[in-house]
């Protein structure tokens, strides 16, 4: 059955108490209030080569913002980035944001880099990267400021000067067809778009390390976005001749030929997560593997399955928390 497509916000909505003027130092404590956007336990150079992965893959910049639960101003940005749909729209089609936390494992040596020849920063920081981790520029964040808060016109014009140039899709394809055909490979060709939540699930999930290793001894793993690539829309109908939304997927041979396809008995699976799907997905890699044994499609399989239960649970979680903050009401 073809799964309604939603929309997974970026960035959580914030309710920001009145704070001081100027970037926040790190003397400042924080608010009980205040919900927490940084984990002090995340790896700083852990979260960088995740971002990384996904950047490589959709094109993007790394957007990193230094600070901490403490910092005010830290706050006042993270809230703008979700607030302000163009804000919001540039970051999630050209950016990977990474949270870092200052007292975070490597983070002062990874702020150190970032911040170069930069004395005394205040907080927010942020650094873009590119998707091989090269440092681009560097920005302290009071020349964003207006007044109590940051000037959305100054956010925005900086995020739009660091955003990387869109890609071809055709030229992206046929790089991906000429790596198939000099490695003896087939194509795993998902098309996605910035918005649509399962696509981006579907990138996560093709991303994780175990499963990114074990697809990639039979395909090229290659992503076209519908919105953010010149002539994605027009190669997606060339593949994709019934609607039935996306992530919508293709196994191709090396010359383009189309072996296999996302679109079952009950319309496009998208992102296999029930166990019919998973069991098409599944289906789909045994007719068109040459190099994956059973026992990696076994693994991958399992892979799904953990992923779909994991998912299947935040959904109760949620639903639960909405009956609760109803009947509150």
């Not at 679109?263 to 699976?269: R, V």
């Amino acid at each position: 059955m073809t799964r309604t497509h939603r929309i997974l916000a970026l960035v959580t909505l914030l309710t920001i108490p009145a704070a001081a003027y100027g970037q926040t130092t790190v003397t400042e404590t924080k608010s009980a209030s205040r919900p927490s956007i940084y984990d002090v336990k995340a790896d700083a150079r852990e979260q960088i080569k995740a971002a990384r992965t996904i950047a490589r893959r959709d094109n993007q910049r790394i957007l990193v913002m230094f600070g901490g639960d403490w910092c005010g101003w830290c706050h006042k940005l993270h809230e703008l980035f979700a607030k302000d749909g163009e804000i919001r729209k540039v970051l999630s089609e050209d950016y990977r944001l990474v949270m870092v936390d200052t007292k975070a494992p490597n983070a002062e040596a990874f702020l150190a880099e970032c911040q170069g020849d930069l004395k005394n920063v205040g907080f927010p920081f942020l650094a873009v990267l590119d998707a091989d981790g090269k440092i681009l520029t560097r920005q302290q964040t009071d020349p964003l400021e207006e007044g109590d808060h940051h000037d959305p016109k100054k956010v925005r014009a900086f995020l739009e000067e660091w955003a990387p140039t869109k890609q071809d899709a055709a030229k992206v394809l046929q790089a991906a067809l000429d790596r198939a055909s000099s490695e003896d490979k087939r194509v795993f060709l998902h098309f996605g778009a910035p918005w649509c939540g399962w696509c981006h699930k579907l990138d996560g999930f093709l991303a994780r390390e175990d499963v990114a290793k074990l697809i990639g001894k039979d395909y090229v793993d290659v992503k076209i976005d519908n919105d953010r690539m010149i002539g994605a829309k027009e190669i997606f109908a060339k593949y994709c001749k019934t609607p039935g939304g996306i992530p919508w997927f293709a196994f191709l041979d090396a010359k383009g030929e189309v072996l296999a396809n996302s679109d079952g008995p009950k319309g496009n699976i998208g992102y296999p997560m029930t166990a019919d799907e998973i069991a098409q997905f599944v289906a789909l890699l045994k007719k068109t593997a040459r190099k994956l044994d059973d026992s990696d499609i076994a693994a991958i399989e399992k892979a799904l399955k953990a992923e779909g239960e994991k998912i299947e649970s935040q959904q109760r979680e949620r639903a639960a928390a909405a009956t609760t903050r109803a009947s509150s009401n």
